[in-house]
């Protein structure tokens, strides 16, 4: 009982720490620009990709230093030369161009690396255990993973509050109008924040692609899943979204240990339910998979703004 | 005055074009051949593409060459009845698919319906890997061909296996939620409950299908059962990242499995692998037979896949013997043929039982190895024959009624 706990929750924080790499990159882009980037979960997936052809020829840190920048590069390159001139024909228009090239990405991918998955696999020496518990290994790997979230989050706490880019990010975010008109060169401050973002997920690409499946679908699984993140933890705010991933990563790998169906819950509130029923009969552990989109569902119903959103002005 | 170059151009590029498929007979995949599970459909079609030629050499079906259409579903089985339709409409009569017994149910209805509403264009379904047990029992038909043992088959050779073993006593299952893996835990339970009622099945776990990347929860839940052994149906990708997260946990438990040999596996556990997965098939990796050892290591060479399924070779060489000797490549003379018919093969002798259309033959359990002469996916690892359970011993009636044609 005690190992589950324990395994769960590092998991679940794992887990939970890379949807917030993802989802960071997201919110900064959508606070700065207003722009919901479709293809962020295809960015994610070209970090991976990346990272495994790089790595092949210079090994794994290198690829994990070079692979987000090249992926961060292309962002700012898509915004400067794609994202910048669909600007002015409104929010609608930005998004279209964010969904087809979310396409465009995954076909490519298909045509460069195949359809069937490749195996990007962390190195040898990052496959031993780094601690044993109650017989089960947890690998060095997935404790670098935690690391690197972590140093992650508290650089980007440093950034956007103790540097002058920060302040910028951070005015241009609420009054970017004013922060134009004080002479700051904006579009580049964009083009920078879209980079950065799209880095962000390069990032999570890189160390997610050894943990999960690097192949052509890992964008499509994952890319739901940041949205319902940025969602529930509140457009717009990055504490929301770190809440919210840790939320979605616990309770996911929570839920799949626990074989209490929806009756057992319900008769031990004192109903008197079939246990062995169509519905009644849904094990938490068969609903694990579905959690983020029932999360989805129940704050949008009862909180839409999220859990750290502000309301609408 | 180009228009008129162009037009004639184009009109004799279709009639050479017609007057190629006039003297080929096509089998169309209908697999996946993109997506989570194309590591499931790509061999198979590399496979089948290097066997036909070998039956294309030896004089093909009756005198005609068969070639290989693939058709990429995705798993899925709305987009299996469109390019169903599409195969029909260009001609195709014989179609071919494995990969998902929810595709397989929606390709027998639909196969069923368009050969009773248009006779004398029937169409053959040759099922390589489909195995949920009803498509030859409560639903068999008479235009659907099985050539792999259905999930009782193998969930039968397996407890026999099992059984022996007394140091098994706790039992986990985990399997795919859908019809075949519901199949395969419910034929593990009673099969189990029959043959060693003092095993304990600690855990029955059902994930969705093709959905889950990250199988570390269900490891953790495994491990702290303290089972001595895990069965599992799983395949594709669910196979794969299963073993992968069980290897990367330390997890001991053997996996007694019926697609541990799936792409990617031994590559993915290497060493960790070895001595913990079995597999239950009707073949195995040592490749003794040097005619089959020559495949393997032509078709990797070729493919760069590895020789997949020697069910499929079976499927190719049994459709060969039914044209030659109904000395038609219509599917209704070749059916008829189908139906009883057996076949040599490097295992033994298989037979197609007239009753169900359901194959008889036998099969293996086999175990990851090091050091293997030839290796899986270009690695040393591969799987070596543990026990063979013969054909009579593999065998299940059946509760087929199959409605026969006039």
């Known amino acids: 009982m005690l190992e589950i706990v324990i395994f769960s929750t590092l998991n679940g924080i794992l887990y939970g720490l890379l949807l917030f790499m993802l989802s960071s990159g997201l919110t900064l882009i959508f606070s700065m620009m207003g722009v919901l980037n479709f293809a962020h979960a295809s960015f994610y997936m070209l970090g991976a990709y990346f990272a495994y052809t790089m790595g092949m020829e210079i090994g794994f840190w290198p690829a994990l230093l070079l692979a987000p920048i090249l992926v961060g590069g292309l962002g700012a390159m898509v915004e400067k030369f794609g994202?910048?001139?669909?600007?002015?024909?409104?929010?609608?228009?930005?998004?279209?161009?964010?969904?087809?090239?979310?396409?465009?990405?995954?076909?490519?991918?298909?045509?460069?690396?195949?359809?069937?998955?490749?195996?990007?696999?962390?190195?040898?020496?990052?496959?031993?255990?780094?601690?044993?518990?109650?017989?089960?290994?947890?690998?060095?790997?997935?404790?670098?993973?935690?690391?690197?979230?972590?140093?992650?989050?508290?650089?980007?706490?440093?950034?956007?509050?103790?540097?002058?880019?920060?302040?910028?990010?951070?005015?241009?975010?609420?009054?970017?109008?004013?922060?134009?008109?004080?002479?700051?060169?904006?579009?580049?401050?964009?083009?920078?924040?879209?980079?950065?973002?799209?880095?962000?997920?390069?990032?999570?690409?890189?160390?997610g692609g050894p943990l999960l499946a690097t192949e052509p679908g890992m964008a499509v699984t994952l890319g739901p899943i940041v949205f319902v993140v940025v969602v529930v933890g509140g457009m717009g705010s990055l504490i929301g979204a770190f809440y919210a991933s840790l939320l979605i990563g616990l309770i996911q790998t929570f839920f799949v240990a626990i074989d209490a169906s929806v009756a057992d819950i319900l008769n031990a509130l004192g109903m008197n339910v079939d246990p062995y029923g169509e519905v009644t009969g849904i094990t938490l552990a068969s609903l694990a998979p579905m959690t983020p989109f029932i999360l989805l569902v129940l704050i949008l119903i009862f909180r839409p703004r999220g859990l750290m959103g502000e309301l609408e002005p | 005055?180009?228009?008129?170059?162009?037009?004639?151009?184009?009109?004799?590029?279709?009639?050479?074009?017609?007057?190629?498929?006039?003297?080929?007979?096509?089998?169309?995949?209908?697999?996946?051949?993109?997506?989570?599970?194309?590591?499931?459909?790509?061999?198979?079609?590399?496979?089948?593409?290097?066997e036909t030629k070998r039956i294309n050499a030896n004089g093909g079906l009756n005198g005609q060459d068969l070639e290989i259409v693939g058709l990429d579903n995705k798993v899925n089985p709305q987009e299996s009845l469109v390019q169903l339709q599409k195969a029909i409409d260009s001609g195709v009569r014989f179609i071919t698919q494995g990969n998902g017994s929810s595709v397989a149910s929606a390709l027998i209805s639909a196969v069923e319906k368009h050969n009773q509403r248009n006779p004398g264009e029937e169409v053959l379904f040759l099922n390589y890997a489909a195995v949920?047990?009803?498509?030859?029992?409560?639903?068999?038909?008479?235009?659907?061909?099985?050539?792999?043992?259905?999930?009782?088959?193998?969930?039968?050779?397996?407890?026999?296996?099992?059984?022996?073993?007394?140091?098994?006593?706790?039992?986990?299952?985990i399997n795919q939620d859908y019809s075949f893996g519901q199949a395969v835990s419910k034929a593990a339970r009673e099969m189990l409950k029959k043959k060693r009622p003092d095993i304990e099945i600690v855990g029955?776990?059902?994930?969705?299908?093709?959905?889950?990347?990250?199988?570390?929860?269900?490891?953790?839940?495994?491990?702290?059962?303290?089972?001595?052994?895990?069965?599992?149906?799983?395949?594709?990708?669910?196979?794969?990242?299963?073993?992968?997260?069980?290897?990367?946990?330390?997890?001991?438990?053997?996996?007694?499995?019926?697609?541990?040999?799936?792409?990617?596996?031994?590559?993915?556990?290497?060493?960790?692998?070895?001595?913990?997965?079995?597999?239950?098939?009707?073949?195995?990796?040592?490749?003794e037979d040097p005619e089959m050892a020559k495949r393997q290591t032509e078709l990797y060479e070729q493919a760069e896949w590895d020789f997949y399924y020697l069910r499929l070779s079976t499927m190719l060489d049994m459709l060969k013997k039914a044209s030659d000797k109904a000395e038609s490549t219509d599917p209704v003379d070749v059916a008829k043929v189908m139906e009883g018919?057996?076949?040599?093969?490097?295992?033994?002798?298989?037979?197609?039982?007239?009753?169900?259309?359901?194959?008889?033959?036998?099969?293996?359990?086999?175990?990851?190895?090091?050091?293997?002469?030839?290796?899986?996916?270009?690695?040393?690892?591969?799987?070596?024959?543990?026990?063979?359970?013969?054909?009579?011993?593999?065998?299940?009636?059946?509760?087929?009624?199959?409605?026969?044609?006039?």
Not at chain 1, 189 to 201: E, N, R
Not at chain 2, 136 to 155: G, L, P, Q
Not at chain 2, 229 to 253: H, P, R, Y
Not at chain 2, 356 to 382: C, R, W
């Open chain 1, 83 to 207: 994202l910048r001139r669909v600007h002015e024909n409104g929010h609608v228009a930005e998004l279209l161009f964010t969904f087809g090239l979310a396409y465009v990405i995954d076909e490519m991918v298909q045509l460069i690396w195949g359809t069937v998955a490749v195996a990007y696999r962390e190195p040898d020496y990052m496959r031993e255990p780094l601690f044993t518990l109650f017989g089960t290994d947890y690998s060095i790997f997935r404790g670098v993973v935690i690391l690197i979230a972590v140093l992650m989050f508290i650089a980007l706490w440093f950034l956007l509050k103790k540097t002058r880019v920060g302040m910028m990010i951070r005015a241009a975010l609420t009054h970017g109008e004013m922060v134009g008109h004080l002479g700051h060169n904006v579009p580049r401050l964009f083009m920078g924040v879209f980079g950065f973002g799209c880095a962000l997920a390069g990032l999570a690409g890189v160390i």
């Open chain 2, 1 to 50: 005055m180009l228009k008129p170059i162009f037009t004639f151009l184009a009109a004799s590029l279709l009639l050479v074009g017609t007057a190629a498929s006039a003297e080929t007979v096509k089998l169309a995949l209908i697999d996946p051949l993109s997506g989570p599970m194309a590591a499931a459909g790509q061999p198979a079609f590399e496979h089948l593409k290097y």
């Open chain 2, 132 to 173: 949920d047990p009803a498509f030859t029992n409560e639903r068999c038909s008479y235009w659907h061909f099985r050539f792999d043992a259905n999930a009782d088959m193998k969930m039968n050779a397996l407890t026999d296996y099992i059984a022996d073993n007394k140091d098994i006593e706790k039992v986990y299952l």
């Open chain 2, 204 to 287: 029955n776990d059902f994930h969705p299908l093709a959905k889950v990347k990250d199988f570390t929860p269900y490891v953790s839940k495994i491990q702290s059962s303290g089972a001595d052994a895990v069965i599992s149906g799983n395949w594709g990708q669910d196979i794969t990242l299963l073993v992968k997260a069980a290897a990367e946990f330390g997890l001991e438990a053997p996996f007694y499995t019926y697609y541990g040999a799936s792409s990617g596996v031994v590559t993915q556990l290497g060493d960790k692998g070895v001595d913990r997965i079995y597999q239950i098939n009707e073949y195995y990796g040592e490749f």
């Open chain 2, 341 to 406: 018919m057996n076949l040599e093969t490097t295992t033994g002798e298989v037979v197609m039982r007239a009753k169900d259309h359901q194959i008889q033959l036998p099969m293996f359990i086999s175990v990851m190895k090091d050091d293997m002469e030839y290796g899986a996916e270009g690695t040393d690892y591969n799987f070596k024959k543990v026990a063979r359970i013969d054909r009579e011993n593999v065998s299940l009636p059946t509760t087929c009624r199959m409605r026969r044609p006039k």
